[in-house]
């Protein structure tokens, strides 16, 4: 449906945060928590005997914290949670699931916390109560009449904590499969595939400190302002040190220009300090052209003055391959790379000066303006490659950071949320609960809704997240859950995934990050693991929005007893009872957890092994390895363009906090597509006037009505739409290479006057 009105445009901003971040973040915070409850939660947020913001991943400081350790998207993330409005029995009797399926997402958002278990039995119209009890027979009577433990789905999205992910993975295997999907198959799969190919590890290869010492900060395909608004003041503090950055992204982003830091009287007087000293606006997909170029270019200069510029004696001890992609760069012709990117030899020359200068302690940085392509894997191996050639891994102020999204996904990892993972994760289990579990792979979030669409897959259970407004092809999602006997979410707030159900749909509620958890031993607290390997313990400071409300630790447990019976020896009771015992256990089976109780209890938290920062490689060989991988860009047709999906300001992933994007300029509008000025004449198209969007894949369309159609300062070629509105746009099969993760970055699309 179209917005009633057309959305207000005005001018896109040159700087991030300021007084309207504290305005903002402030009216959200009182407006949905009042005063009294909104103080005491912000006062928690990421404090060191606090709680882990819900939000992004991005690191505290290891030493000294603000009283305000905390962004405006972290702000709302907590006005959400901690929100005196509630979903009960009385809002459900009141709406039907037809009708709070003409709902917006921000609506949704907007009802409140859930109060207790409800159902949606077969041939209803509206949701019921139902005991604890009675929801945890009704799931383990399904799971328990499959044919195959196979056809049993179990979701994880990136709030969960280590404690219960862990848990969830346990349980999961111990019933008999490894169908574990999780939000990363859709946002930094692509990440973890090439950096494990490159150096060993699918993760980052810096800490905060390094940010604090690095020479150049590449920032590319990502937008920090809005999606992880806290690395501003990073990136500020390596500015005043004499760090430059570069940034790298198709629309110029508010967030990569200037940074007004709200906790300092400058920034309240929206005095801001320049970040990027160099803004290359690639267009969509061009960022492996872009990286093959540079790489060219420092082999050009190392010809031109040998012993110079690459790093010899690094090469030499350290890596393989690299001959053949000394070869590829070599061959690969100049016009043809600065034409697939966009940007000039002349600008790529002014970015190797920029890397070259000083000890070339160059980090580069990504998000998923890099990740949902097809050609993901190949272009992060690139950025890899890029630091290999310099030497610049495994020192101060250099290496490798993909910054993640939601606050614990990593940590999910880690814990054993993942379809494929290694043997010897498996056998420590094994050999932990005396149990055997599965071997086969299990099947990632495409799978899983391929599965279900199949009707292979029967009964889905998701522990948190938006799963149907998160994934691809929203349309086909909705018909994959559908066809499910039966689908139970844990989640704290209603959201569009309760409304597409299997025959019978389950709403389970559990307490957010942000409360108290009172267990039969006495408080307690949860871990988790941030996006620079740094686990830390976080406590609620806030009473639970329901007495109803149980912890994700006792969901799991819970379902895990009802689930298995006497099949299982593993002491679930205990676990639940007593957090400390999960921890004992994760201590024993994943490797980098020794004295967890402990460590988990100091101020900070400790952080985990990474072998690639101290230059040690757990390849095959223990050798990182260069990419030569053929060149390879996303190309549409002449006239159409490629759309990228992304986050608007009051948004974190899924969750719509609000209507407006102030960083770029709309005011109460979501359904619009940003495209070049150029590119709207070339099509008739008057600012601010209504289009159809049309999405081409094989010899399939899907087309979206009615989004109001903004000029804005983006390449030619490319156009940007916000998720979840755009995902319907998404083929479900069309994935990146090698790691299967949703296209969300490049789909082919045409654009014409809305017909409607």
């Given amino acids: ?39 005491k939660a912000l006062l928690g947020l990421n404090q060191v005997d606090g709680f882990d913001c819900p939000s992004c991943a991005w690191p505290d400081p290891d030493g000294h914290r603000a009283a305000t350790e905390f962004c405006e998207n972290g702000a709302k993330a907590i006005a959400s949670e901690a929100t005196l409005r509630r979903v009960d029995r009385q809002f459900f009797s009141q709406y039907s699931v037809a009708e709070l399926r003409e709902k917006s997402d921000y609506w949704h958002d907007q009802r409140g916390r859930l109060t207790e278990p409800f159902v949606l039995r077969e041939g209803a119209t509206h949701y019921e109560p139902l005991s604890w009890d009675q929801a945890f027979a009704l799931i383990a009577g399904e799971l328990n009449s499959l044919p195959s433990p196979d056809e049993g789905i179990f979701y994880t999205s990136g709030r969960a904590s280590n404690e219960a992910a862990f848990l969830y993975q346990l349980f999961v295997r111990h019933f008999g499969t490894n169908n574990l999907p999780d939000c990363s198959n859709m946002c930094h799969e692509s990440s973890g595939a090439a950096l494990k190919a490159s150096i060993g590890i699918g993760k980052g290869t810096v800490s905060l400190d390094d940010f604090y010492e690095a020479e150049t900060i590449l920032c590319i395909g990502q937008n920090p302002g809005t999606n992880h608004p806290r690395m501003l003041s990073a990136l500020e503090t390596a500015v005043k040190n004499g760090a430059r950055i570069v940034a790298v992204n ?23 300090t320049p970040l990027a000293s160099q803004y290359l606006q690639v267009k969509i997909n061009g960022d492996f052209a872009l990286l093959r170029a540079l790489g060219k270019e420092l082999f050009h200069r190392e010809k031109a003055k040998p012993g110079t510029v690459i790093d010899t004696r690094f090469i030499t001890r350290n890596t393989r391959d690299f001959e053949a992609y000394r070869a590829i760069c070599e061959v690969s012709p100049w016009k043809e790379l600065t034409d697939k990117c966009s940007i000039s030899r002349e600008e790529i020359g002014e970015l190797v000066d920029t890397i070259l200068r000083g000890k070339r302690r160059l980090i580069t940085c990504w998000a998923m303006g890099l990740t949902q392509h097809r050609n993901a894997v190949a272009t992060i191996r690139e950025i890899a490659n890029l630091h290999l050639l310099l030497g610049a891994i495994g020192r101060p102020g250099a290496g490798l950071c993909p910054v993640r999204g939601h606050s614990n996904v990593q940590g999910d990892r ?20 005396g149990i055997t579990c599965p071997r086969d792979h299990g099947h990632d979030t495409v ?11 029967q009964v889905f259970v998701a522990l948190g997240g938006n799963f149907l407004q998160a994934a691809p092809d929203t349309d086909f999602t909705a018909t994959a859950l559908e066809n499910c006997r039966l689908t139970a979410h844990i989640a704290t707030k209603l ?3 309760h409304l597409h159900t299997g025959r019978i749909g389950l709403i389970l509620p559990c307490l957010g990050r942000s409360e108290h958890d009172e267990q039969k031993s006495g408080p307690q607290f949860v871990t988790c693991e941030n996006s620079m390997g740094v686990v830390q313990r976080s406590r609620g400071n806030l009473d639970p929005a329901s007495p109803a409300l149980r912890s994700e630790t006792h969901i799991i447990s819970r379902l895990a007893e009802a689930t298995l019976g006497k099949q299982t020896t593993v002491e679930w009771q205990r676990f639940r009872e007593n957090y400390d015992e999960i921890r004992n256990t994760i201590e024993r089976v994943v490797p980098g957890f020794e004295s967890y109780n402990e460590r988990a209890r100091e101020d900070g938290g400790f952080y985990l092994p990474n072998a690639a920062k101290e230059r040690r490689w757990d390849t095959p060989d223990g050798r990182a390895s260069f990419s030569a991988a053929p060149f390879d860009q996303f190309e549409v047709p002449k006239g159409h363009l490629i759309l990228q999906t992304l986050r608007s300001h009051d948004q974190f992933n899924t969750t719509v906090y609000g209507l407006n994007d102030r960083y770029r300029g709309v005011g109460l509008g979501r359904r619009v597509l940003f495209m070049s000025p150029d590119d709207m004449k070339e099509r008739g198209i008057a600012p601010v006037a209504l289009v159809d969007i049309t999405s081409h894949w094989q010899e399939q369309k899907r087309t979206l009505r009615s989004f109001y159609a903004i000029p804005y300062e983006i390449p030619r070629g490319s156009a940007a739409a916000y998720f979840p509105e755009a995902n319907p746009l998404i083929p479900i099969d069309s994935t990146a290479r ?5 296209t969300s970055k490049a789909v082919e699309i045409s654009v014409q006057p809305s017909s409607s």
């Fill in 1 to 39: 449906m179209a917005s009633e009105r057309p959305p207000r445009v005005s001018r896109p901003k040159e700087q991030a945060a300021g007084a309207a971040a504290v305005a903002s973040s402030l009216n959200h915070v009182f407006r949905s928590a009042g005063a009294a409850q909104g103080t």
């Fill in 250 to 272: 198709p629309l110029r982003e508010a967030g990569l220009l200037g940074f007004a830091h709200p906790q300092k009287i400058s920034g309240l007087l929206n005095k801001a």
């Fill in 414 to 433: 880690t814990m054993g949320i993942f379809e494929k993972m290694p043997e010897a994760f498996l056998a420590a289990l094994d050999r932990e609960f």
């Fill in 447 to 457: 799978n899983a809704i391929l599965s279900m669409h199949q009707k292979s897959g």
């Fill in 495 to 497: 959201n569009r995934s």
């Fill in 738 to 742: 090698e790691s299967n993760a949703p």
